[in-house]
Structure formats: C-alpha cells, structure tokens
C-alpha cells in the first residue's frame, strides 16, 4: 500500500477537440477550448479556404 | 538422498507438543495465550483492522464531497450571476431526499417512480432557475447534473459513515463486513463521479454521449423539432426507409425523455422497428469500446424511460434491436475517451446495416441515441 503509493504516477487527462474541414477532408488535433461542441464549425482550414468543423473531442491520459 | 535424512518413524510426539512435564511454562503461554485472545477478541482485532481501511475509504469520500460542493457552488457563482449568494439555497438542495414509492403493492409502481422522479427534476430545475432568473437553459443543465453529481456523493459519504459508525459503536465486526466487501464498487463510483464533474462543468462529451454522438451526426442538415422535453426529432430517408431520429436535446447536459417521444411518434406513424444505441457497462476482462448489437431496450437510468419503451413496443408488436458501445464506470460519466469517440463512425455504419438487414423498403424505424448529450448538438 505504502510502495503503491511512492510509486504510483499522478494521472492527467487533456482534452483535445479533432477538426476536420468539411472541403479537403484535413483533419487537425488541438487541444479543448471552452466552448467546443461537436459538429459546430471551428475555424477556416489552413489549406485551403473551406471551413472547418468538430469531429471529435475526447480526452487522452497521460502519466506524470 | 533427502528422504534418508528424515525418519518418519522415529517422531517423539511429547517433544513436538511440549506437554510433558518438563516442559517450558512459557513456550505453554505462548501457544495457549494467543488462542485465548483470538477466542474472545478475534473479531474485536478484524473490527480494528477493517475499520482502519474504511476510515482512509471515508475521509477520501468527505473530500470528495467537500470538493463537489465547492465546486457546485463556485460554478454557480462566476457562471450564472446569481441575484443573491447561492450558498445556503445549495446547501439545502444538497441535502434534498426522494422516498420512492411503497412497493407492497406493486401495481402501478413504474408511474409513481416516474412522477417522483420528474416532481425532483421540475423541482430542482425551477429553483436553480430562481437562483439566477437570467440562466440559459444551457448553463441550467450543467448546474442540474453538477447538483445531482453533489448530492449524490453527499449521500454516498453519509450512508457509508453511518454503517461504519453504527458497527463501530455496537463493536459488532459482521455488521461492518456487507460494508467491506461493497466498499471497493462504491469507491469505484464516486471516484467517477468526482472526476466527472470538469467536463460537465466544461461541457465536453462523456462516455454515455456516444449514442446521441451518432444520431446527432445522422441528424446533421435534416429538419428538427421538439417531440417531448428536451428530446429532439429529425426525419429522414435511407434507402427507401423513413428514419425517425431521437435524441436528447444537446449540447446540453440532459437525457431528454425518448419514451415520451417513442410514444408520441407511433401514435402518429406506423413504425416497423426500433433501434437504440447506447452504452454499455462492460464487463471486467472485456475491451473498452467493443461495439456490440443484441435484442430489447437499452436504455438504462431507474427503469421507468426502459419500461414505457417496452410497453409501446410490445403494445404495438414493435421488435427493438440495439446496438452497445461498451465501457466502465468511470469512462462512461467521464470526459469521452479516444477509443470510444474513434468508434463512433463505425458503429454509425454499423446502424445503417442493421437497418439495411432487418427492414424492408418503404418500411419506417425509429432510431434512439440514448444517454447525456452534454456538449453533442444536433
């Protein structure tokens, strides 16, 4: 109990919101902003001039 | 070459037990005492040592609440601007109770739960409304689940405390014991609920989201409206089907009311199948975000939503197929997790099959995106 305690690592979990654009198909990670909901358009693609919208947003463990 | 050096017929029985006469009083005390203390404080000694696990077990639950609460009521505080300070009003919600009806008499239990359970809901709804009459019904969602998440963990920490002060106070060891072996899946559930509460409070998808995640993406560019409380429909056509989409109203943190829908929607139509996804609690050894399809109604919650489905189906011969997407506690209240939002475009696909393989054209299937639709639009 006490080792498991030293040794265990603190657990993090960051929210990333996936974008895709809805012209070229590019698909883009960043990380969750407030206000992000799903299928709500996000932001202009950065390659070309289609609009991108949230595909997914989900949140990624990591250990610190 | 081991067995030559024992000699199996040569033990001094007297010697091995120390009862002769010249045998050491002490050694006699160190054998006899221990059984006497076992005797008569064995369960006294287990009490001592149970209760030092549960101790740590509730004062991790106090902290779970103490945090839920202060969370609670910061969230109302900067989210809200509420008229007045809001804490002492919260407090009180907190500490609300529901009595589920008396089930002697069984008959008729589902609409009395049901009324009790929506009384608490209009309830609660209108009162945090009277907190802050400006909240949008978005934030008034969020506040409901975060009071729900609250209380619960409030309640939680009290009954726990009081079986384990009760046992304690009666010095009665099996008293504790049901409290023991239950206290790993009830610290299971409020570790969930306590991490649950920063995407409810930021309105991210969790785990349960996945059924509305799907319909809401089948719903896109279609026509929608309003069929029953925070429950939103959508038609559409698939192959010569008519497709009728349920899901609650998002990007709110609600479950909508999808038997009231069903109900409104086949009294209106003919509908020749049902289909609900959902997600599912796994089992232990079985993989996160496996997709499974099966028979019947699922849709989980206190019964009442899952029995009025049933009885409309039944009532009018409707087969209800479904389609799982299985995973924990934990990820199921908490923030969705990659695997089970990476499965959502296959368990979509998955739905049109079903369609494809148990209706014929011309035919018309409702559709069910159950569970919380916090931050899922349509």
């Excluded at chain 2, 639950?61 to 505080?77: C, G, H």
């Excluded at chain 2, 998440?149 to 002060?165: D, G, R």
């Excluded at chain 2, 925070?230 to 998002?250: M, N, P, S, V, W």
Aim: glycine letters at 6%.
């Amino acid at each position: 109990m006490i080792f498991s305690n030293i040794f265990s690592k603190k657990k993090i979990t960051i929210a990333y919101t996936v974008v895709v654009c809805s012209k070229c198909n590019m698909q883009r990670k960043r990380k969750f902003t407030i206000g992000d909901v799903l299928f709500s358009e996000s932001s202009k693609c950065s390659s070309c001039d289609g609009i991108s919208v949230i595909e997914k947003i989900f949140g990624e463990t990591f250990e610190q | 070459m081991i067995l030559f050096l024992l000699d199996f017929s040569n033990f001094d029985f007297d010697q091995l037990f120390a009862m002769n006469d010249d045998s050491n009083p002490i050694m006699m005390l160190v054998w006899i005492l221990p059984i006497i203390l076992f005797v008569f404080y064995g369960q006294r000694i287990q009490l001592y040592v149970t209760s030092g696990e549960i101790k740590k077990a509730i004062k991790k639950l106090d902290s779970f609440r103490e945090e839920s609460r202060d969370e609670l009521i910061d969230y109302v505080k900067k989210n809200t601007i509420p008229e007045n300070d809001p804490t002492v009003k919260l407090d009180r919600f907190l500490d609300y109770f529901t009595i589920m009806p008396v089930d002697m008499d069984p008959n008729g239990i589902v609409d009395k739960v049901r009324h009790t359970v929506r009384a608490r809901e209009d309830y609660t709804r209108e009162h945090i409304r009277t907190l802050s009459p400006q909240i949008s019904d978005f934030e008034l969602t969020k506040v409901q689940t975060l009071l729900e998440i609250a209380s619960s963990l409030q309640m939680i920490f009290k009954i726990v405390n009081h079986m384990f002060l009760t046992a304690k106070k009666q010095n009665n060891y099996p008293l504790i014991l049901p409290l023991q072996m239950i206290l790993p899946f009830i610290m299971e559930q409020a570790e969930a609920m306590n991490e649950a509460i920063p995407a409810f409070k930021s309105g991210q998808p969790v785990g349960d989201g996945i059924g509305p995640m799907i319909v809401g993406k089948m719903m896109l560019n279609c026509e929608k409206e309003t069929i029953s409380f925070q429950t939103i429909l959508a038609k559409t056509d698939f192959e010569d089907r008519h497709l009728f989409l349920l899901k609650a109203e998002g990007p709110g943190s609600t479950v909508g009311r999808p038997a009231d829908a069903l109900e409104k929607i086949t009294a209106e139509n003919s509908i020749d199948t049902i289909i609900m996804i959902d997600a599912a609690l796994k089992m232990e050894g079985e993989d996160s975000a496996s997709v499974a399809q099966g028979f019947g109604a699922a849709i989980g919650g206190i019964g009442t939503e899952r029995f009025q489905i049933e009885a409309v189906a039944t009532t009018k011969n409707i087969p209800i197929f479904s389609i799982v997407v299985k995973q924990s506690v934990k990820e199921a209240i908490t923030l969705m997790t990659k695997d089970i939002a990476d499965k959502a475009d296959e368990t979509r696909l998955q739905v049109y099959e079903m369609i494809k393989d148990n209706t014929k054209q011309g035919q018309s299937v409702v559709i069910i995106g159950v569970g919380n639709t916090v931050g899922v639009p349509q």
